[in-house]
């Protein structure tokens, strides 16, 4: 949990003023996607901490771990897919911010190593 919270603080670091920056690039929807993109990988990294964390047990929670995780997953992308169709965030926002945490992940998990 150390590692999720330390990937949660860096996160807020480099998320906020990034997505405060990027409203001087006059992008429309960038900024908005940088936080959501951020968010949702935020999201996803607590899922999996929670995932894995239940894993200790029978074969059966195992099976029910898999069929949420892809539950999980389609939310996931489905809240994606409805952002992105509407225009409601830009792409690229929701991909640099999803990249952030992606690359926190692995530096706090190179850390602890």
């Given amino acids: 949990m150390e590692l999720l919270k330390g990937v ?4 807020i670091i480099i998320l906020v003023p990034a997505a405060i920056a990027s409203v001087f690039l ?3 929807r960038l900024p908005l996607g940088i936080l959501i993109g951020g968010l949702f990988g935020l999201l996803n990294l607590r899922g999996l901490a929670r995932s894995v ?3 200790i047990g029978t074969e059966k ?3 029910k771990i898999v069929f949420l995780n892809m539950i999980r997953l389609l939310l996931l992308f ?3 897919f409805i952002l992105v169709y509407f225009k409601i965030v830009n792409v690229f926002g ?3 911010g999803f990249t952030v945490v992606f690359v926190l992940i692995l530096v706090e998990g190179i850390k602890t190593h």
Wanted: hydrophobic share 55%; no cysteine.
């Fill in 26 to 28: 006059k992008q429309e």
């Fill in 8 to 11: 949660i603080k860096k996160s």
């Fill in 78 to 80: 489905s809240a994606i």
């Fill in 61 to 63: 929670a195992a099976a």
């Fill in 53 to 55: 964390s239940g894993l």
């Fill in 94 to 96: 929701l991909l640099f």
